[in-house]
């Protein structure tokens, strides 16, 4: 089937694409978190973690994914909470969450950390417990766990194609205008650039019988543009570029930057991304002919063959990464008062 390509603005997208059954619910739910936390004078970032699907057909059998696990994602919430901020983590179904991430890996299976301790005597179950040399780890992460349950800092909803995403982040985003400077959005999803509208999918499975698949996808629109411009206006915003040509990523950091007029790209190479990532930001330069921008690039990096061989834990990269936000996003409320 060939059809000609649509191009669609935001707007465009919206009034033809239709939102997910669930998005009136957690709006819902979306609004008394940022009601409170407005309330209570917090801080609030949303997070956006993981990959987008691009269904193929209406009746989903296949689709497109992309490699995104959500480590990025999950773990920066981790530290964002950990800074005092309440964490809405929109992130795709099934990807890294929070606390839990640490022991989903089959690299550290949960049921590798619990033995089985034998019973006194026949009548009573056999109890379990945690093995000694993985106590201290687990009681940290579960300390961490329970006391953001008790604080309720941590919300979290989910998605799974890239029209839920974009349904959910401008509903989201919408609901947090009302922090004004006091929101940050961190958007580490990787969103796919291309979908198939509903009008052009398929009803049923796509038949294999007339050989090869040949499907045109149309173009995502750039929803930063409203996003900075009219969601949530005031609001701090950091965008992640991921490039997988190193020469790449400063050129495309810096157009993003101009094009949506936000605060801050973070750009990572896709085989670098866990050590090195650069904040790339405008800065205003005053000189005796007046005030000028340019871009401001600092890289960040971490040495991970040295932690290691030190005998340290792998430092994540996330941890900087927030610090460094943080700070960015303090002196942004500073400036507006
Ligand atoms: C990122 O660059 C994230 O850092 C990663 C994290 C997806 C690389 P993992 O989930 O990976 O830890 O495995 N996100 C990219 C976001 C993105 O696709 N941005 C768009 C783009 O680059 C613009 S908003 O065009």
Avoid: C
């Avoid at 089959?106 to 026949?122: A, V, Y």
């Amino acid at each position: 089937m060939h059809t000609e390509p649509t191009t669609f603005s935001a707007e465009s997208y919206f009034a033809t694409q239709p939102p997910p059954p669930t998005l009136q619910d957690d709006v819902d739910q979306v609004r008394k978190f940022v009601e409170k936390h407005a309330r209570e004078g917090r801080s609030v970032v949303l997070v956006t973690s993981g990959g987008t699907t691009v269904p193929l057909e209406l009746n989903v059998v296949r689709f497109l994914d992309n490699f995104s696990a959500g480590t990025r994602g999950a773990t920066s919430a981790e530290y964002f909470l950990k800074a005092g901020y309440a964490v809405i983590f929109m992130h795709r179904q099934f990807s890294l969450q929070p606390y839990s991430r640490h022991y989903s890996h089959s690299t550290n299976p949960f049921l590798d950390f619990l033995d089985i301790d034998p019973p006194e005597n026949e009548a009573v179950p056999p109890r379990i417990s945690v093995t000694p040399n993985k106590r201290t780890d687990l009681l940290q992460v579960l300390a961490a766990y329970k006391k953001v349950h008790e604080l309720g800092t941590l919300h979290s909803l989910t998605f799974v194609t890239v029209n839920d995403y974009l349904w959910l982040l401008r509903a989201v985003s919408q609901e947090m205008a009302i922090l004004k400077r006091k929101a940050m959005f961190y958007l580490a999803a990787a969103v796919s650039d291309f979908f198939l509208p509903q009008q052009k999918m398929s009803e049923h499975k796509i038949q294999s019988g007339k050989g090869n698949l040949s499907i045109e996808m149309d173009q995502v629109p750039k929803i930063l543009k409203p996003l900075v411009d009219e969601w949530t206006p005031g609001g701090y915003i950091i965008s992640f570029k991921l490039e997988t040509d190193q020469n790449l990523l400063l050129p495309k950091a810096r157009q993003a930057l101009e094009r949506y007029g936000h605060q801050v790209v973070i750009g990572n190479d896709l085989h670098r991304r866990k050590f090195e990532v650069v904040f790339v930001s405008k800065e205003r330069a005053k000189d005796g002919s007046g005030v000028s921008d340019s871009f401001a690039e600092d890289w960040l990096r971490i040495d991970l063959h040295n932690n290691v061989a030190a005998g340290f834990a792998e430092k994540e990269i996330e941890e900087d990464i927030v610090a460094e936000l943080v700070k960015r996003h303090s002196n942004w409320i500073e400036n507006s008062r």
